[in-house]
């Protein structure tokens, strides 16, 4: 049975994650790793994410160091799987994104696909998004496609939100071609604050959120932006959403205090998916969550609460962990760029049609 492995590095820049998966007909995961990203190394992929000086020669740099990582990460992954290199057909690597800026008709993710492919001796697949964007697509979010194939039901309507970074959502409506967005800030801006405020990398289980209370001001303010009145196709990244974003909203609500400010910052993650959700696809009956959204406690009650007519759980319940998901979904989309698979969805991404993503590096 064909193998391969995905490896899937977020916008949170935490680490990376690695899926062994197997394929035929259903896509069946066999092994996990995960990889911490080291402290300089996500620093040095952050600064890339604004412009600044000599940035080629700093991006150069940083992917070949990106590659490294994952080359260990697969070695690990392998080892513990007991699996030979020469079983793995290909690579699915999503590469680290550094840019995405869809409406200027760029993306950017660097991960070295030739270093990748020297230090496994396999086969690399990347590049993803960039065929779909030449074809007037976004270029993301292409996790769709997989959700459709892994979690798609005859009878029930579904969504699947993934709570990265960032948060998408794919809509799976029986009979009804499979939809999907960008829906807002995820982690993001509630991973900046308290490394800001506290520093801590994130907010465990929305302990710090929960201590707060929302400001009604600030949050209006916050889901004034333009970006939460646009329907779909849509995308977006680092690039809108950031600290200097929520600081200049804070201008006129500078007397709030931090954790008033996190518990805001959790309502718009919240309330911009559910709103977004609920616009889109009114009759959902269930919300399968994954990415490490779906740990946060305070932050599912939250959308369940929103939710009240849908089933709010973590995939877990449906028999993948959420922290694999878009690995798998990679090391998917690998086989069907190997197999000459369209495996973009222009209802989610405005292309032009259907399009074969990826480029192939051989080993």
């Known amino acids: 049975m064909p193998l391969y492995i995905g490896v899937m590095s977020g916008t949170s820049l935490d680490g990376l994650d690695f899926a062994l998966i197997e394929h035929h ?20 992929l952050l600064d890339l994410c604004s412009s600044g000086p000599d940035e080629l020669a ?3 740099i940083a992917e070949q160091a990106w590659a490294e990582l994952a080359s260990s990460g697969i070695h690990k992954l392998l080892s513990k799987a007991h699996c030979e290199t020469a079983a793995i057909r290909a690579i699915g690597s999503h590469g680290q994104t550094v840019r995405h800026e869809p409406q200027r008709g760029f993306t950017i993710q660097i991960g070295h696909p030739s270093l990748l492919a020297e230090l496994t001796n396999i086969s690399v697949v990347t590049d993803f998004r960039r065929r779909d964007m030449a074809a007037g697509g976004q270029g993301a979010p292409l996790v769709p496609a997989f959700h459709e194939a892994v979690f798609s039901d005859a009878t029930r309507a579904r969504a699947v939100l993934n709570i990265g970074g960032f948060s998408n959502v794919s809509l799976l409506q029986p009979g009804i071609t499979t939809q999907g967005f960008d829906c807002g800030p995820g982690n993001v801006l509630l991973d900046a604050w308290i490394q800001r405020h506290q520093g801590k990398p ?14 009604g001001r600030l949050l ?57 959700l609920l616009a889109a ?41 959420p922290d694999w998901i878009e690995a798998m979904a990679f090391g998917w989309l690998a086989h069907c760029c190997i197999e000459g698979t369209a495996a973009n969805r222009p209802s989610v991404t405005g292309a032009r049609g259907p399009r074969v993503l990826g480029a192939i590096y051989p080993a």
Not at 27 to 42: D, S
Not at 202 to 215: R, T
Not at 301 to 308: A, H
């Open 25 to 44: 007909e259903r896509t069946t995961l066999l092994e996990t790793h995960y990889e911490p990203m080291p402290a300089q190394l996500r620093k040095d």
């Open 58 to 60: 700093r991006a150069a």
């Open 202 to 215: 994130y907010d465990s289980d929305g302990h710090w959120a929960s201590s707060g209370q929302v400001d």
């Open 220 to 276: 209006a303010q916050l889901l004034s932006d333009r970006f939460f009145a646009t329907q779909g196709p849509k995308s977006t990244g680092r690039e809108l959403f950031n600290l200097p974003w929520l600081d200049a909203h804070l201008t006129s609500c500078h007397d709030i205090a931090p954790e008033d400010v996190q518990a805001t910052l959790l309502e718009l993650t919240a309330r911009s998916i559910c709103e977004s």
């Open 281 to 321: 696809q009114p009759g959902t009956q269930d919300v399968l969550v994954c990415g490490g959204g779906a740990h946060n406690s305070a932050l599912m009650k939250r959308l369940q609460t929103l939710l009240p007519a849908c089933h709010v759980r973590s995939t877990s319940d449906f028999g993948i962990e």
